[in-house]
Nanobody, 126 residues
């Protein structure tokens, strides 16, 4: 059972990047997926979440209008599309999966999540 986050890299201010979160060993159909990030010297924060029926919840106001989340259950993958990247988006980005029986449910409570990816570094230069 594993979550693999990928797609990070070094980009310039204003660039776009797409992160992927792929599950192996279990089906994402039954899970909501959250993306979190941790900047150097800061606590990890919730960024965005997608419910089982693809509803979106934002936990970081700073990403509204710039980040979107989507899921492709046929590929067992969730995507985080980031555009208009800024230097303060620099962080290690983690995806996490929480099993739920509710289609519309999404929450940013870290302790509720069952599985975590290893993190992928996103660095935005000014």
């Amino acid at each position: 059972v594993q979550l693999q986050a990928s797609g990070g890299g070094l980009v310039r201010h204003g660039d776009s990047l797409r992160l992927s979160c792929t599950a192996s060993g279990f089906n994402l159909d039954h899970y909501l997926i959250g993306w979190f990030r941790q900047a150097p010297g800061q606590e990890r924060e919730g960024v965005i979440c997608i419910s089982r029926n693809s509803g979106t919840s934002y936990y970081a106001d700073s990403v509204k209008g710039r980040f979107t989340i989507s899921r492709d259950n046929t590929k067992n993958t969730v995507y985080l599309q980031m555009s208009g990247l800024r230097p303060d988006d620099t962080a290690v980005y983690y995806c996490a999966a929480e099993k739920t029986r509710f289609d519309y449910y999404c929450a940013g409570v870290e302790t509720n999540y069952d599985y975590w990816g290893q993190g992928t570094q996103v660095t935005v230069s000014s």
